[in-house]
């Protein structure tokens, strides 16, 4: 037996020694005994971390004809005394025995036996998963029953684990965004941060996207992702990621899938069903058109009134054909109306405004009976000429025109093209010519 001193050097070295009967081995690691009589074959100083400090193992050898000496590693990585071996999870460890092949072992894996064998065998593989991960010994014997022995503790580090298939819908021109760490389901066991690689492609391959995502490979350093594409096409295209995961340790999980679908935005258009302009007090259906075909929510609002906002009026303002009812009291101008259409199954909208003129009604004051004396012109022709504006007394806010009917004036239609010079045949018999004439402002 010999004793052993540890120093701790000024430079924050150690310095260690072995006393011996026979010799004092200090620094070195191989020293012989003075005239042989006492021989060690190496000294090994190890020091390892505890929840108190640091300690130290130190072990030593007699030299002998048959010294024990082995090399150990997991796949092809030397495996030292009291090392921390790590390796992803689902890892196959190919451990390395190089030694004497008459020297046998014994492989310890909590203190339990696993493995038995000679040097010259195979040591069996392990595959590195949460009940694989523990505190392993490997102690090898030679022929003359001198033992040595190697500690190491093997950790695993788990894989990311995600979600297969994601699916996201999402609108043209409309902003999206999601975090791939939102994916990974096993967040927080020890992964860090995970960061990904991925490529982009089009599910149809069709020139309608813009800009077009398509490419790769790209990298994210913390799962962020986010674009603004516009559909031009008529039917939703895919923009599909392929995502392969990796977590701080270097452990690279099974790729997934996150598809966004870039559905178009409904086309809309707003038919006035007839003049864009409009009288106050008027009453007019409009309607409102939406492609492709789907189901739709409907929303009218007015948004530009020449009446005091919310004079006017929409009935039905949820409908594809609501009524919009002018004010009796606006000031001239324009009247605004907005048609929003909402596919109920993408939640992808669009909106589109109209305007109309609207006009005040004009004030017009007539004589009533109107009667408008004209001489036969020419002399002998049975017919006068008459100026029908004589019959108007007052008038405001607009021309009026003239017409033969109440049909035609209510229509807008058959106007007189002159009524300051209007010829209608003379009655010989009583001397005058008589006719109804409608006034329309």
């Known amino acids: 037996m010999g004793e052993v001193d540890i120093d701790l050097l000024p430079s924050g070295e150690f310095n260690y020694g072995v006393e011996a009967a026979a010799s004092n081995l200090s620094t070195n690691t191989t020293l012989h005994g003075a005239n042989g009589t006492t021989q060690l074959k190496q000294v090994i100083l190890q020091g390892h971390n505890t929840t108190v400090g640091v300690t130290y193992d130190i072990y030593w050898d007699d030299l002998s004809a048959s010294p024990i000496a082995f090399d150990l590693t997991a796949n092809t990585l030397p495996v030292e005394h009291l090392d921390t071996i790590s390796f992803c999870d689902g890892t196959t460890l190919n451990f390395g025995l190089t030694g004497t092949n008459t020297d046998t072992y014994v492989l310890m894996f909590n203190g339990n036996s696993i493995n038995t064998g000679t040097i010259g065998n195979v040591l069996p593989n392990i595959m590195a998963s949460n009940s694989t991960t523990g505190n392993y010994e490997l102690i090898v014997t030679n022929s003359n029953g001198c033992s040595l022995n190697l500690k190491f503790h093997l ?3 788990p894989l990311p684990i995600a979600t297969p298939t994601t699916t996201i819908q999402a609108c043209s021109e409309v902003p999206y965004a999601f975090d791939l760490d939102n994916y990974i389901t096993n967040n927080g066991s020890g992964l860090g941060q995970v960061t990904y690689s991925y490529t982009v492609v089009k599910v149809p391959n069709l020139p309608l996207l813009d800009p077009d995502p398509a490419g790769g490979p790209f ?13 031009f096409g008529t039917s939703a295209i895919t923009v599909r990621y392929t995502v392969t995961p990796t977590s701080a340790n270097g452990c ?9 679908v870039i559905n178009p935005n409904p086309q809309v258009d707003i038919i006035p069903n007839g003049s864009s302009n409009l009288c106050e007090g008027d009453s007019r259906i409009i309607s409102g058109t939406v492609v492709p075909n789907a189901t739709y929510t ?17 009935t039905n303002p949820t409908s594809i054909s609501p009524t919009l009812q002018v004010a009796t009291s606006i000031t001239p101008g324009p009247l605004t109306v907005e048609f929003t259409a909402t596919n109920t199954a993408t939640g992808c909208s669009a909106t589109e405004t109209f305007t109309f003129t609207v006009f005040d ?10 009667v408008i004396t004209a001489c036969e012109m020419p002399a002998e022709s049975e017919f006068g000429t008459f100026n029908l504006m004589s019959a108007v ?10 017409h033969i009917s ?7 239609i058959g106007a007189i093209n002159n009524p300051t010079m209007f010829s209608e045949q003379i009655n010989k018999r009583f001397g005058y010519a008589q006719h109804l004439v409608f006034v329309m402002m």
């Open 155 to 157: 950790k695993v580090n």
């Open 219 to 231: 990298t994210s350093l913390n799962g962020a992702i986010s674009n603004t594409v516009t559909n």
């Open 252 to 260: 690279v999980g099974t790729p997934f899938i996150v598809n966004v």
């Open 298 to 314: 409907y929303l009218w609002s007015i948004i530009t009134d020449p009446a005091s906002m919310g004079n006017s009026t929409l």
């Open 361 to 370: 009604m004009p004030d017009i004051t007539v004589v009533a009976p109107a």
């Open 393 to 402: 007394v007052t008038l405001t806010g607009g021309t009026p025109t003239f």
């Open 406 to 412: 109440a049909s035609d004036a209510q229509n807008g």
